[in-house]
């Protein structure tokens, strides 16, 4: 039995964050929700280009409906700005870089996930 769409999120997620991690960005927050428009799956600094990183997570099962890359769509970028732009208001933030990432992670049920993290993904 498979598991659940949720779990299988999360653990994307949670790999998503450890690689973030190891390449030395701090994790700030997971699963920000700004009203109704959503959630962003990660914040996080990263110290050496002095930005805060606004990360959208896609995990897929396999490649069969293609790479989780193209699961980030126009709609789903207007979505993540506006998060963004919410969570800066909320906690007062100015004077920064920003920038928007991707980690796309395939799990597939036999052997290693194949996980890709794509810096700078999408402009403000």
């Given at each position: ?8 999120g ?20 997971r ?25 959208e ?68």
């Amino acid at each position: 039995m498979g598991s659940s769409s949720n779990e299988h999120g999360k653990k994307g997620e949670d790999l998503a964050e450890k690689l973030l991690r190891s390449k030395g960005y701090e994790i700030v927050e997971r699963n920000y929700h700004f009203r109704k428009y959503g959630e962003v799956d990660i914040i996080a600094k990263d110290k050496e280009a002095n930005s805060l990183v606004f990360v959208e997570v896609k995990s897929r099962k396999s490649l069969f409906y293609g790479d989780p890359i193209y699961a980030v769509t126009k709609n789903k970028v207007k979505q993540v700005k506006k998060i963004a732009s919410g969570y800066l208001f909320e906690n007062e933030i100015t004077g920064i870089n920003i920038r928007f990432d991707v980690v796309t992670v395939v799990l597939p049920e036999k052997g290693k996930p194949d996980i890709n993290h794509y810096i700078n993904a999408f402009d403000y």
